[in-house]
Structures are given as C-alpha cells and as structure tokens.
C-alpha cells in the first residue's frame, strides 16, 4: 500500500508543480488516499490527453513515412480506385490490407508502410516479388503450395510462383461451385486468385487510374492503359508520373521531392478545369486521418473506461463514498474523450464522402456505437450507478472491434450501390433506422448488466435494482418508435425506387421483426405478463433479432439487400447469439438466489 501511495505521490507532483507542496504530503495515509482519490480522475485525464496528444503528433508528423526518401508528398497525390478519388496513400493500405490483413510490410527486417511497398512494386517489382505480402491460413492451401513454413502465415509472390498453374486450376474448380457451398479450402484457394491478379494487376499499373483528368471531359486513366487509337498515354499527366517513379528507382531523393511538389502543383491548377473529383486538401486530410486511426484508439479508450468501472464496481463494498465516485468520475472522463475521437472520426467520413454517418456495414458498425455512447450518459446522469457507463463503453468498444473487422475487406468509403445513392434517404431512413438497432442493442447491455449483477454480485442493491429496469424499460420504448418510424421511411423509399412498399425481402423482414419484438415486451409488460425479470431477459432477446436483422439478412446472399454479404462473420454471430440465449437464460434464476436481492 506504502509502494503504490509513494508512485501516484510522485505522478501526482510530476503532473503538477502547484501539487507538489500541498497537504497530499502531510497527515496521516487516511489524508493521502483521499487526496489521491480526490485528485485520480484529473490524473486519468491528463494521461489521456497525453496519449491522445502523441497519436496526433504521430499524424502529423511528416517525416515518419519512411527513413529514406521523402514519400509525404507523394502519399497525397489523388489516384482513382473503386469508383472513387483517394490519396496514393489509402490505396496502398487497402491493397496491402487486401492482400496481407495488415497495413504495413516487413522489408529488410523493418516494418514500412504501404505507400513504400506500393512504390517498390511499381519501380522494383524484382525485388517486391520477395516481399511476404500474401496471407494464407488453410494449411492445405499451404500444402498445395509447397510452402512448408508452418511458423508463418505470410508468403511472397516468389514462393507461391512456382505453384501459380495448380492455383489457377483449383481456382477454375471452385468457381464450379457456388460460394456458399464451397468448403474453407475452395474458398481459400478463390480468395488467394483473387488477390494474386489484384497484385498483378496494381503491378502492372492498370490499377489504381493514376492519370488524372486535367481538362474538361477527361476521365481518370491507368498508366499503363491507351488512347482510343490504341496508343500508349502520353498526357501531361502520364508524363509527370513516370517522372516520379523513375526518380523514386534512382534513389535521387532531391529530384524525387522536386517532381512530386511539381506534379501536385499542376494538380491544384487544373483542378477545376478537370475531374480530379477531389482537392489536395481532402485528399491530405484523408491521410492524416489514416494515421491518427481515431476509430483505433478510441476503442483502447472505451476498453480503458469499462476496465476502470469493473474496478470501481469491485471498490463499492470496501470504499462507497471514495473509490468508487472517483473511478466512476475517471470512466465518464475517458468515455468523453473517447467519444470525442469517435466523432471526430464520424465527421471526417462524412466530409470525405460527402454523404450522411450510415452508406454500408462499416459505417453502420461505428454509427451503432456513437449513437448508444450519449444515450448510456444520459441515463448515467440521473442514475450515477455506474451501470450505464459500463455499458456505453462495452458497446463502443465492441462496436468498433466489428467496424475493425468489416474494414478488412479494404476501402470504407466505396462508390455507394446505384439503388442507395440518396442522401435524403440515407439521413432519413438509414440513420433513423440504425437509431433503432443501437437502441435496441443499449437495452439489451444494460438488461445484461441487471442480470449479471443482480444474480452474481451484491453491487445493485436498493435503488440500482429498481432503477435499471426502468431505464431498460424506458430504452426499449425508444427503440420501438425509432425503428417503426425507420422501417415506414424505408418502405417509402422502396416505393420511390423499385414501386413497391413492401416485398417481404429478409432485410425488410428483419426491420420488422426488430419493431414485433420491441412491441411485444412493451404489451407484455404492460398487460402484466412480465415484470422486471421479464423485460430484462427479452431485451437480451432483442440483441439476437437486432444483430439478425442487422447482420444476419445480409448473409442469406438473397434479396435487395444482400449487397454486404460477409460469409466470414457467419461463425461471429452464431457466436454472438448462443451467448445471449445463455445469458437471458440466467434471468431465470429464481429471485431467492439473486445475490443482490439477498443483500437487501
């Protein structure tokens, strides 16, 4: 006890010189832990700051890309991909994220970023070949192809070369066989084609287009691509590209800066006369936000927070009136600072896209999360048990470790599906509609947490025990008008774009089924079927149909709305649904044996 009171002293006096004289070094140690508790939150703030400060820095930073040549330029430079204009930099990540899972490469025993691996391929692709930048899991693909390194998971071009013809051939077989009925091994075999002609393909410089339209009724073109006669480009623009990357092989790091200060120059004076479809300062921007990750380091924080009020949960017995406030007070600061990167992630999306929070499963995933974090602190506001807030971090934090999983198939911001490009009906029936599934998800956590502690701890006794139904109950109501007044929106805008309200398509029914099972705890309770326990063992129930409705219609393959079909996260929501059946069956347990009610 001694130990731990001398370092949050010292941290105490190191945070601030006005501290280091007050009576936090006199009295006895029943003085010093107060103070210590008194002064913990502004402490947990201030490392958070700190923290926060550093990712920001490491953001900005212009000279972190590369311990070589000068790449901050050239990672700006705008290139077209996936029906859309992005930096040189966000094509490189999501190729190599593509290809590899992760961001970066290992060359010669360092780790490098994408942008530097995408330029070696294009200037050295001898030596890009030997880079192990393809993941192979299936110990069968691996087999296949002689690669016998089971310590590993990442294989280059050269090692799997040898065996292209055998990939080819079983790749041809499997595509025989529809998606959902081949095994884990065609699957592997269809997916390593895929991302051995994608690698060709971004070798060979006929992706990403990185000839930029410079006048008016010019489109993007690859480098590699040819005139309507059938020559090799030979715009302003292809000239200036090549120029770069033949500087970049040269190693000549002076010319290499000249060229791509240059070549940016003639971007920002064509581009309005041209169709660059964005300016160098979004494209900057979108850099900037690659680095920072906010989305990233939010979810350690949400992480950080529900850790600190699992603490402070386990303080109440031994300190009520000390500990537990002051972990409390440190959760809500992290969650705060928190949901401010959150945001600050959720606005750049928004400014880079220029379309409303929810266009796809990504953004859904992290608009679920920023919706359900100030609806848990308002509730926390007036209850101050510390539930709500256990719960607004869980729920940040789960929802972006999805947000971080879906990303893995590449770019987030994709050109948005012909049927879907409506910013009206994207604010008005998407958002309105995933206001509902977050509503109905927080209700869900929060009746976890009343079972959970009600039946296992002591900590929700007297008013805790009465208050958290309520706020279930008073959450699910929300849930019920948002996703009625979602699923209304969406049929109008079914009859605007296909000429029907309703076609009993899975994703419809799924939004139904989330207003049914929302309606039908509200009657029940209202018509006395259930009570507290009720509620709360139904709104777990509610977790299953929203995360169906949510994810589960999209990976039927069938219907209007199969368009974000993910057959990896089958195994995820099975999962996820066999836990909250166990968990609404702990509600069950008789109320004598409710360890919380027993404390009364």
Same mark, same amino acid.
């Given at each position: ?51 926060i400060s550093i990712v920001l820095l490491r953001g900005f930073d212009e000279g972190d890309l590369s311990r070589a040549m000068p790449l901050e330029g050239i990672a700006r430079i705008p290139v077209s991909a996936g029906g859309r204009t ?103 075999? *269809?997916? @390593?084609?895929?991302? !051995?002609?994608?690698? =060709?393909?971004?070798?060979? +410089?006929? /992706?990403?287009?990185? %000839? $930029? ?50 070549y940016r120059a003639l971007l920002e004076s064509k581009a309005e006369a041209g169709n660059l479809g964005t300016g160098s300062s979004a494209s900057s921007f979108e850099v900037i936000m690659s680095r920072c990750e906010p989305f990233y ?28 406030? *002051?972990? @409390?007070?440190?959760? !809500?600061?992290?969650? =705060?600072?928190?949901?401010? +990167?959150? /945001?600050?992630?959720? %606005? $750049? ?118 208050? !958290? ?132």
């Amino acid at each position: 006890m001694d130990a731990a009171v001398l370092v949050l002293r010292v941290g105490l006096a190191w945070a601030s010189p006005a501290l280091r004289h007050t009576p936090l070094q006199l009295g006895s140690e029943e003085d010093r832990l107060k103070k210590l508790a008194h002064w913990f939150p502004a402490l947990v703030a201030l490392g958070v700051v700190a923290f926060i400060s550093i990712v920001l820095l490491r953001g900005f930073d212009e000279g972190d890309l590369s311990r070589a040549m000068p790449l901050e330029g050239i990672a700006r430079i705008p290139v077209s991909a996936g029906g859309r204009t992005k930096p040189l930099d966000t094509f490189a990540r999501n190729t190599l994220l593509r290809l590899s899972g992760r961001q970066t490469c290992e060359i010669d025993g360092g780790t490098h970023p994408a942008i530097e691996w995408i330029l070696e391929l294009w200037t050295n692709p001898k030596l890009a070949a030997e880079r192990r930048v393809f993941r192979i899991d299936h110990p069968d693909v691996r087999s296949l192809l002689a690669l016998s390194d089971a310590t590993r998971t990442r294989f280059s071009w050269m090692e799997i070369a040898p065996k292209l013809e055998e990939v080819v051939r079983q790749a041809e077989l499997a595509s025989q066989i529809p998606r959902k009925k081949q095994d884990p091994f065609q699957r592997q075999i *269809s997916d @390593l084609y895929g991302k !051995l002609v994608e690698y =060709a393909e971004v070798q060979s +410089l006929r /992706t990403p287009y990185t %000839v $930029a339209p410079l006048a008016a009724g010019e489109e993007w073109a690859p480098l590699m691509g040819a005139d309507p006669r059938g020559r090799p480009l030979d715009t302003v623009s292809a000239q200036a590209f090549r120029g770069m990357l033949a500087s970049y092989a040269t190693g000549d790091s002076a010319d290499f800066t000249q060229r791509v200060a240059g070549y940016r120059a003639l971007l920002e004076s064509k581009a309005e006369a041209g169709n660059l479809g964005t300016g160098s300062s979004a494209s900057s921007f979108e850099v900037i936000m690659s680095r920072c990750e906010p989305f990233y380091q939010a979810s350690l924080l949400y992480l950080f927070a529900f850790l600190l009020g699992c603490v402070a949960m386990l303080a109440s017995p031994i300190s009520p009136d000390r500990w537990k406030p *002051s972990l @409390l007070r440190s959760a !809500l600061i992290v969650i =705060a600072i928190a949901f401010v +990167l959150h /945001t600050v992630g959720l %606005v $750049a999306r928004i400014y880079l896209q220029g379309r409303p929070p929810v266009t796809n499963l990504y953004s859904s995933a992290v608009f679920i999360g920023w919706v359900c974090i100030p609806l848990a602190l308002a509730g926390e506001w007036f209850a101050r048990i510390g539930v709500l807030a256990m719960a607004a971090s869980l729920i940040g934090f789960a929802t972006l470790v999805v947000a971080h999983n879906l990303s893995a198939s590449g770019d987030t911001m994709e050109m948005m599906q012909a049927v879907l490009d409506s910013n009206f009906w994207l604010a008005t029936h998407v958002v309105v509609v995933t206001v509902g599934y977050s509503a109905s998800f927080l209700a869900g956590f929060i009746a976890i947490f009343y079972v959970l502690g009600g039946v296992l701890t002591r900590l929700l006794r007297g008013d805790a025990m009465k208050a !958290l139904p309520k706020m279930i109950y008073g959450v699910i109501c929300f849930a019920a008008f948002a996703s009625f007044v979602g699923t209304v929106l969406g049929g109008i805008w079914a009859d605007q774009s296909w000429g029907r309200f309703w076609g009993w398509d899975p994703k419809e029914n799924g939004a139904a089924l989330i207003v049914l099972w929302n309606l039908l705890i509200l009657h029940a309770r209202w018509g006395g079927m259930i009570r507290e326990r009720g509620v709360a063992a139904l709104a777990i129930a509610g977790n299953v149909v929203t995360a169906w409705s949510w994810f589960g219609t999209n990976m039927l393959g069938v219907g209007l709305h199969s368009y974000g079909f993910m057959d990896s996260a089958v195994f995820a929501l099975v999962t996820f649904c066999i836990v909250q059946l166990a968990l609404m069956s702990v509600a069950f347990v008789p109320l004598a044996r409710w360890r919380s009610l027993a404390a009364r």
